[in-house]
Nanobody, 113 residues
Framework: VQLQASGGGLAQAGGSLRLSCVAS????????MGWFRQAPGKQRELVAI??????TYADFVKGRFIISRDNAKKTVSLQMNSLKPEDTAVYYC?????????WGQGTLVTVSS
């Protein structure tokens, strides 16, 4: 099973990007799908996660980012609005299952001021 994240790139402050993550192969018992990010020199941190249709957001993205999932297609997306330079990071998708986590390879988001 592999997760493929896409949608990263360069945006100006105040702009928007949409990230998507799709799984190849079969994953059973998905109980959470989400996004983490890691900026240079910093630890990986949770951005947003959706579990059983309940979404949780880090304080620094509340009101700006929206996470969504398609259960049938087993995809998760992250709509990022009002981007800030401090949102610059590599974004990773994660699928959480009863038998472990699956991680995507990361997609780089760069926000210029």
């Amino acid at each position: 099973v592999q997760l493929q994240a896409s949608g990263g790139g360069l945006a100006q402050a105040g702009g928007s990007l949409r990230l998507s993550c799709v799984a190849s192969g079969t994953i059973f018992s998905i109980n959470g799908m989400g996004w983490f990010r890691q900026a240079p020199g910093k630890q990986r941190e949770l951005v947003a996660i959706i579990r059983f249709e309940v979404s949780t957001y880090a304080d620094f993205v509340k009101g700006r980012f929206i996470i969504s999932r398609d259960n049938a297609k087993k995809t998760v997306s992250l709509q990022m609005n009002s981007l800030k330079p401090e949102d610059t990071a590599v974004y990773y998708c994660v699928y959480r299952t009863g038998h472990g986590d699956y991680w995507g390879q990361g997609t780089l988001v760069t926000v210029s001021s």
